[in-house]
């Protein structure tokens, strides 16, 4: 057996598994022998369920028994379909724009807009999914001693934020895609999108501790933080082709004291915002 693991600690589970089998050992009882091993009696006595549960959160995508996606579907697909918009919108009709041609072995549609629905009907059952998998660990993890909740937090919990948050990224991402022909709309959700991928990076990171600070640095498959950069991109790209050249409108419509509708003359009183002071005003009027 060749096995490659990339790196070791995320896939402790699995290779403690393929070592019992290598050596010949009964695995039917393999997940609460882990986790008494890993966490303890107690706490793993309460963990292994959340271990089981794992395969049954995971979305399906295909018609194959293994055709179960995980963290790289949901960013992958996510910046191939922005990056598809970006490179070839149509002009007059984005939401008429051609298809990715990288996102063809999932969904071979003629449309970017018919790719992105097939996407997003896995997409968003799983983002819910997957909220309610991360509420069930948090709930187990009350129920945890410091020492055991901090473990379980830096090698389970960890990866099962990572992967709400690339969903919740992925979703957002197909609303801003799927509203195209309102593009102020469209960057308001091309903003969640970002945020979530954001935010999966830094939660991935705040879980490095001593020996393993700056471990997740080099995330570079799934790669979490680029997806948050493309939606980034997005958000510029809307606002130059919807808000562009002057880029005045949108700021009036939400900066206190920019005159609303009355006066074209923001300019020579307020500077440009950036996009995303520009959608933090949004975010706050739709409080």
Avoid at 128 to 143: D, I
């Amino acid at each position: 057996w060749i096995i490659n693991c990339s790196n070791v600690k995320p896939h402790a589970y699995y290779l403690d598994l393929i070592a019992r089998i290598w050596r010949g050992e009964k695995t039917d009882r393999f997940t609460e022998a882990y986790c008494r091993c890993y966490y303890g009696d107690d706490a793993g006595q309460k963990l292994q369920t959340l271990y089981r549960l794992w395969p049954t959160y995971s979305p399906v995508y295909g018609p194959n028994e293994d055709d179960h996606a995980g963290e790289q579907f949901a960013n992958h697909g996510a910046r191939v379909l922005v990056s598809g918009l970006i490179a070839s919108c149509d002009p007059v009709h984005p939401e008429e724009t051609r298809a990715a041609a990288d996102w063809k072995w999932f969904a071979d549609k003629p449309m970017l807009r018919e790719q992105t629905e097939a996407f997003f009907k896995v997409i968003e059952p799983a983002t819910a999914q997957y909220g309610a998998y991360l509420s069930r660990c948090r709930e187990v993890e009350k129920e945890l001693p410091l020492e055991s909740r901090l473990q379980a937090e830096d090698t389970l919990i960890w990866q099962v934020e990572y992967l709400y948050y690339s969903y919740l990224g992925a979703y957002h991402s197909c609303k801003a895609l799927l509203q195209i022909e309102d593009p102020l709309e469209a960057f308001y959700e091309a903003g969640l999108a970002m945020q979530a991928f954001q935010t999966g990076y830094e939660m991935m990171r705040s879980h490095e501790h001593g020996v393993f600070v700056g471990f997740f640095a080099n995330d570079c498959e799934a790669d979490i933080r680029q997806s948050g950069f493309v939606l980034k991109g997005l958000m510029s790209f809307l606002r130059i082709r919807a808000d562009g050249p002057h880029f005045y409108k949108w700021q009036r419509m939400f900066q206190e004291d920019a005159g609303g509708d009355r006066v074209l003359l923001i300019l020579r009183t307020k500077k440009h915002l950036t996009d995303d002071e520009l959608w933090r005003l949004m975010n706050e009027k739709r409080k």
